[in-house]
């Protein structure tokens, strides 16, 4: 089970652009490289800065943060769709 907290046709608000981290929570070694591949084709321009990886404490789950501008809802919406569908992802924030 994934959560993303967009559920579809909820409206995000805000205005745009502004910066928003993405942070996917999951059991994958390769996590770092999926969500990377995932962002990719939503945030063609993002420098490998703009990822960030850290261990649990007991070492079984990996958080990547994602900091990204955002241009819209729909962007932002494709961005959480791509990484909510990565292997061993357990959560989206």
Known sequence: MT???LESGDPLGGDYPH?????VIGQSDDLLAAVRRAV???APSLPDSAFSVRPSRAGNYH????????????QL????????????VILCL
């Open 77 to 88: 919406r494709a961005v959480y769709a791509a990484v909510s569908h990565i292997e061993g």
């Open 19 to 23: 910066l928003h981290h993405v942070k």
């Open 63 to 74: 958080a990547v943060t994602c900091s990204l501008v955002v241009e819209s809802d729909d």
């Open 3 to 5: 959560a993303t907290g």
């Open 40 to 42: 990719a084709p939503h």
